[in-house]
C-alpha cells in the first residue's frame, strides 16, 4: 500500500470516529437536554408540549399568588413581548420573587400555561450573600 493511500485510509478512519463519538453524544444528550424558551419565542408557534424544556423570563409584578396549602403557586413570566402563566407547586428558591428574573424548568401545557417542577431564581451580577455583604461593612477595632 503507497504512503498516499495510507493516510487515506487513516483520515477516513479518523473521520468515522469522529462521526461515531458525535452520534454517541447526541443520543446520550438527547434525553438529558432541555431547551430554553423566552414567552416572546413561543408566541404565536406551537407550542413543544411533548418535551421538558426551561422557561426564563421576568416575574410580572402583582402576579404572584400563593395558594392556602402554602406550596402552590401562580405566576406570570414575561419578557417584555408575550407573557406565559406559570403554575408550580413546591418550595421556591430564596431570591424568587415578583419583579426578579425566573427559570423555570417543567412543561408547556395546550392551553398555553406552563406546569414547572422546579425553579431557579436568577440574581443580577452585583448580588451578594447577606453573610458575606454584612462581613464586609463589619468594622473591628483592636479595643474593647
Known amino acids: ?6 493516510r487515506l485510509v487513516l483520515a477516513l478512519l479518523a473521520l468515522g470516529a469522529i462521526l461515531g463519538a458525535s452520534a454517541l453524544a447526541m443520543s446520550a444528550l438527547k434525553d438529558q437536554a432541555a431547551f430554553f424558551y423566552a414567552p416572546g419565542d413561543v408566541r404565536g408557534k406551537p407550542l413543544p408540549l411533548d418535551r421538558h424544556v426551561r422557561l426564563g423570563g421576568m416575574v410580572e409584578k402583582g402576579s404572584l399568588v400563593r395558594a392556602a396549602d402554602g406550596v402552590s403557586i401562580r405566576f406570570v413570566v414575561t419578557d417584555g413581548a408575550a407573557k406565559v402563566p406559570v403554575a408550580f407547586r413546591g418550595v421556591t428558591p430564596d431570591l424568587f420573587k415578583e419583579g426578579a428574573g425566573v427559570v423555570a424548568e ?5 392551553d398555553g400555561s406552563f406546569v414547572a417542577d422546579n425553579i431557579l431564581a436568577k440574581h443580577d451580577e452585583r448580588y451578594m450573600p447577606p453573610q458575606a455583604a454584612g462581613n464586609m461593612h463589619e468594622t473591628k477595632t483592636l479595643e474593647q
Open 1 to 6: 500500500m503507497k504512503p498516499k493511500h495510507q
Open 106 to 110: 417543567g412543561q408547556f401545557q395546550s
